[in-house]
């Protein structure tokens, strides 16, 4: 079982308690509360909204546009889902709205990578891009929205009913947007299975695995 | 003949259900029978194995490309809170250190009688020192470069206090304890590595009281009212 940077179960309930307190100082407009309150989201609404959004430059304005929000509305979250659900789905709005303010919907972008292309072809393409930019390049080729699955999956730790929250949508279309994000990745990135028992051995490395 | 067909398609439906829920097996957030259900799948069934071995190196491979982000909150958190300040409906009406909510008044953190700024010091102190983050504004003696400047408090008089730590701090491991605390850096560091902050002392606490109860935790070097 891979561990995510979200912690257990137990460490994200008390997590939560402390944010509704913070939340409930916040809409007293207490400056000290809100500051704890964008301390801790920060680095993962930044982390995020790179991910969704694929723009660093415009990462800034959409976690404050997010936290302002979040200083403004503080006083109508009723604790019907976590903290950290209601703030990430402020923030994937945001980042749905710009990044449809710019027309920069990843559907509208071509394709950097063949999706045909095979195993040789893409091992020349890492050999040429290095295997980031190659990644980075098979990400953009997805929607935000499988993007944003992936992320609060992999790297946040939600729950696939969390993740229905914060996208607001059925949790049958979040399993069904990360099964394709990960079709279309494994095609358009068919080195990655050949390289699975090499990366799989370094991950077993690092991290509790379940057999 | 028809058992078996029926055995074979609800086989193959669970297999389905597993390959959308393998993500979450994963990251551990399923409930227990979902878990109970995938862990006895992946027992007998290779292709669920080979797409958990998969997806973990999809995992891998896509936290290789981390986007970057700025360590340092403060830069943006002031952009936002001159946004917040140039909007007085934001702040229509609200104090920063409003009470006015019963219950938001039984959860403000109380003030224990020792002091404020000993909290902070021990808050501080509990913090990693690390030796590797630099000092920042550095500026001559005497030329504070401000920080933040959030001084309001209905708890009492706000006392302005110079510091010096044995250990250099740099401004953001300082803010970062100060923040737990409700209290603030008004300046600093100087080119002494002196801060300027503001406190509340408790009530019940003479300002020598106060001051020999910072002076005497390890790792403050001097302590003393501003001027």
Same mark, same amino acid.
């Given at each position: 079982?891979?561990?995510?940077?979200?912690?257990?179960?137990?460490?994200?309930?008390?997590?939560?308690?402390?944010e509704v307190?913070l939340l409930e100082r916040v809409a007293t407009r207490d400056k000290?509360a809100f500051e704890q309150l964008y301390v801790r989201y920060h680095?993962q609404l930044s982390?995020y909204l790179?991910?969704l959004m694929?723009?660093?430059?415009m990462v800034e304005e959409a976690v404050n546009d997010t936290m302002l929000v979040v200083w403004e509305k503080a006083g109508t979250f009723e604790g019907r889902s976590k903290v950290s659900t209601w703030i990430t789905g402020i923030a994937y709005l945001k980042g749905i709205k710009m990044l449809d303010k710019?027309?920069?919907?990843?559907?509208?972008?071509?394709?950097?990578?063949?999706?045909?292309?095979?195993?040789?072809?893409?091992?020349?393409?890492?050999?040429?891009?290095?295997?980031?930019?190659?990644?980075?390049?098979?990400?953009?080729?997805?929607?935000?929205?499988?993007?944003s699955?992936?992320?609060?999956?992999?790297?946040?730790?939600?729950?696939?009913?969390?993740?229905?929250e914060v996208m607001d949508?059925?949790?049958?279309?979040?399993?069904?947007?990360?099964?394709?994000?990960?079709?279309?990745?494994?095609?358009?990135?068919?080195?990655?299975?050949?390289?699975?028992?090499?990366?799989?051995?370094?991950?077993?490395?690092?991290?509790?695995?379940?057999? | 003949?028809?058992?078996?067909?029926?055995?074979?398609?609800?086989?193959?439906?669970?297999?389905?259900?597993?390959?959308?829920? +393998?993500?979450?097996?994963?990251?551990?957030?399923?409930?227990?029978?979902?878990?109970?259900?995938?862990?006895?799948?992946?027992?007998?069934?290779?292709?669920?194995?080979?797409?958990?071995?998969?997806?973990?190196?999809?995992? +891998? +491979?896509?936290?290789?490309?981390?986007?970057?982000?700025?360590?340092?909150y403060?830069?943006s958190f002031?952009k936002l809170m001159n946004r917040i300040e140039q909007q007085p409906s934001l702040q229509a009406?609200q104090?920063?250190?409003?009470?006015?909510?019963?219950?938001?008044?039984?959860?403000?953190?109380?003030?224990?009688?020792?002091?404020? &700024?000993?909290?902070?010091?021990?808050?501080?102190?509990?913090?990693?020192?690390?030796?590797?983050?630099?000092?920042?504004?550095?500026?001559?003696?005497?030329?504070?470069?401000?920080?933040?400047?959030?001084?309001?408090?209905?708890?009492?008089?706000?006392?302005?206090?110079?510091?010096?730590?044995?250990?250099?701090?740099?401004?953001?491991?300082?803010? &970062?304890?100060?923040?737990?605390?409700?209290?603030?850096?008004?300046?600093?560091?100087?080119?002494?590595?002196?801060?300027?902050?503001?406190?509340?002392?408790?009530?019940?606490?003479?300002?020598?009281?106060?001051?020999?109860?910072?002076?005497?935790?390890?790792?403050?070097?001097?302590?003393?009212?501003?001027?």
């Amino acid at each position: 079982m891979i561990r995510n940077k979200a912690g257990t179960a137990a460490d994200r309930g008390q997590r939560d308690q402390q944010e509704v307190i913070l939340l409930e100082r916040v809409a007293t407009r207490d400056k000290h509360a809100f500051e704890q309150l964008y301390v801790r989201y920060h680095p993962q609404l930044s982390r995020y909204l790179g991910r969704l959004m694929r723009r660093p430059d415009m990462v800034e304005e959409a976690v404050n546009d997010t936290m302002l929000v979040v200083w403004e509305k503080a006083g109508t979250f009723e604790g019907r889902s976590k903290v950290s659900t209601w703030i990430t789905g402020i923030a994937y709005l945001k980042g749905i709205k710009m990044l449809d303010k710019l027309r920069l919907m990843p559907e509208q972008n071509a394709l950097d990578i063949d999706e045909q292309a095979g195993l040789e072809e893409s091992t020349n393409l890492i050999s040429r891009l290095g295997l980031e930019e190659w990644i980075a390049s098979g990400l953009d080729s997805i929607s935000a929205d499988q993007r944003s699955v992936i992320e609060l999956t992999y790297f946040s730790g939600f729950s696939y009913q969390e993740i229905a929250e914060v996208m607001d949508c059925p949790v049958n279309t979040v399993k069904t947007r990360m099964f394709h994000a990960r079709r279309r990745l494994q095609r358009l990135l068919p080195a990655l299975s050949d390289s699975r028992l090499a990366v799989a051995a370094d991950l077993n490395d690092g991290v509790e695995v379940e057999q | 003949m028809k058992s078996i067909m029926t055995h074979s398609s609800a086989h193959s439906q669970q297999h389905e259900e597993i390959l959308l829920l +393998l993500p979450w097996y994963l990251n551990d957030t399923l409930t227990g029978n979902e878990r109970t259900t995938v862990v006895e799948h992946l027992k007998t069934c290779v292709e669920c194995q080979r797409s958990r071995d998969e997806m973990q190196a999809m995992q +891998l +491979l896509v936290s290789s490309t981390e986007t970057e982000t700025n360590e340092d909150y403060w830069p943006s958190f002031r952009k936002l809170m001159n946004r917040i300040e140039q909007q007085p409906s934001l702040q229509a009406g609200q104090s920063s250190l409003s009470t006015a909510n019963p219950a938001v008044a039984r959860i403000r953190p109380y003030w224990v009688p020792v002091s404020l &700024a000993a909290s902070v010091i021990f808050a501080l102190l509990l913090l990693p020192l690390s030796q590797t983050d630099s000092p920042v504004g550095v500026v001559p003696k005497g030329q504070f470069a401000t920080l933040t400047h959030d001084s309001e408090s209905s708890e009492g008089i706000a006392h302005r206090l110079e510091l010096q730590f044995d250990q250099p701090l740099s401004a953001q491991t300082l803010r &970062a304890a100060f923040i737990e605390t409700r209290s603030n850096i008004v300046s600093g560091p100087d080119a002494e590595g002196a801060y300027l902050v503001e406190v509340v002392i408790p009530e019940g606490m003479s300002d020598a009281e106060f001051l020999r109860s910072l002076r005497s935790i390890e790792g403050v070097r001097s302590a003393a009212f501003a001027p």
